[in-house]
DNA sequence: GTTTAATGCATAATACTCTTATGTATTAAT
DNA sequence: ATTAATACATAAGAGTATTATGCATTAAAC
């Protein structure tokens, strides 16, 4: 899903959507490349998204009515710009809150101290 | 990977080798049934890992040198455990602390305020 | 006592998501 | 004039998890 110089392969696995859904929330609109330089730039490298997997994943949001589209010319070139729907917003705020609460669930598990007897 | 009465699907792919790692580091050894029931206790049922996950991930791992192996009799019942090699002790610190520096990042990438201008 | 649930291993088909590679095209920088 | 950056898109392959089985023992429930 994503280029990371940093973090390993599967780690990041998942987190996609969420991390897009959240960009949106806080950007009203975005266009498929900006996202990614913003992701980038948020994670100073550590999280590059490749195109190869945000592309597929934006265009299946926008099946599932959570993103809607807006294509726009610059000049000769062409942005197709993405927002959150109204199902988008509430689905933006549920997958940040699952996200929340599944980092407090790993951090507890992966903090927990060697078990006696 | 996990049946999860709480998180989706997507959310907790990538996390089952740290998980078990963690577990290891903690416990010495542990057998792959108990393993599944450690997680679903600590985790008060929001992370359950299935069998056709878990297996597979603990042979992968015993393939790559990470854990090895030692198959004891119960009465006429069979459990093998697993214990942490090495190299296993290493991988588990690093795959642990890969998995906290990761957290943070994704911390702030979902706390981010809405930008202005 | 017999059925069900729990313990304990394992694998195979399917599905999903990401990686990697490729393709097209415009615009800015070297 | 070439390379890098911008901007979209898809397809082949890989990796991992889901779901469904399968086998077998032991404990619990009825």
Chains 1, 2 share one sequence.
């Not at 987190?15 to 897009?20: A, D, R």
């Not at 999280?47 to 099946?63: D, F, M, N, R």
């Not at 809150?97 to 927990?112: C, Q, Y």
């Amino acid at each position: 899903m994503y280029v990371y110089i940093m973090y390993s392969s599967e780690l990041i696995k998942g987190t996609l959507k969420t991390i897009v859904l959240k960009l949106l929330s806080d950007n009203q609109k975005m266009y498929g490349y900006e996202i990614t330089q913003k992701v980038k730039e948020l994670t100073g490298d550590k999280i590059q998204i490749t195109e190869g997997a945000l592309y597929p994943s934006l265009h299946s949001l926008e099946a599932e009515g959570i993103l809607s589209t807006e294509t726009v010319n610059i000049g000769k070139r062409v942005r197709k710009y993405y927002s959150l729907t109204k199902k988008g917003k509430s689905t933006s705020r549920e997958k940040v809150s699952e996200f929340a609460d599944f980092m407090n669930t790993m951090k507890f598990l992966l903090d927990i101290k060697p078990q006696l007897g």
